[in-house]
Nanobody
Framework: QVQFVESGGGLVQPGGSLSLSCAVS????????MGWYRQAPGKQRELVAR???????SYADSVKGRFTISRDNVKNAVYLQMNNLNSEDTAVYYC????????WGQGTQVTVSS
């Protein structure tokens, strides 16, 4: 079973940056599309960035131009660089396959506040 461990969240001021990391185990990582998802309080989980085996990336309109997804197939890791953060980015961030597996990690909390 694939497992995910997210890290790198925290409290940041509006306009700031954070870099999230996700360690993936239990699967053939390099053959899978990967995604970063987030869930804000009272909202459904949404896909914000996807990486299709390191060849193709796409982003939700709300983060386009500010977030960058990348992956390291040797380290079995996926990353999310987040710049120019705003309060609407406050959420718990998760990584998973794309489309997602039923196995979710604990996520990492990102809070954007002054």
């Amino acid at each position: 079973q694939v497992q995910f461990v997210e890290s790198g969240g925290g409290l940041v001021q509006p306009g700031g940056s954070l870099s999230l990391s996700c360690a993936v185990s239990g699967g053939i990582f390099r053959f899978h599309g990967m995604g970063w998802y987030r869930q804000a309080p009272g909202k459904q989980r949404e896909l914000v960035a996807r990486d299709i085996s390191g060849v193709y990336t796409s982003y939700a309109d709300s983060v386009k131009g500010r977030f960058t997804i990348s992956r390291d197939n040797v380290k079995n890791a996926v990353y999310l660089q987040m710049n120019n953060l705003n309060s609407e980015d406050t959420a718990v961030y998760y990584c998973n396959l794309d489309p997602p597996s039923s196995s979710w990690g604990q996520g990492t909390q990102v809070t954007v506040s002054s």
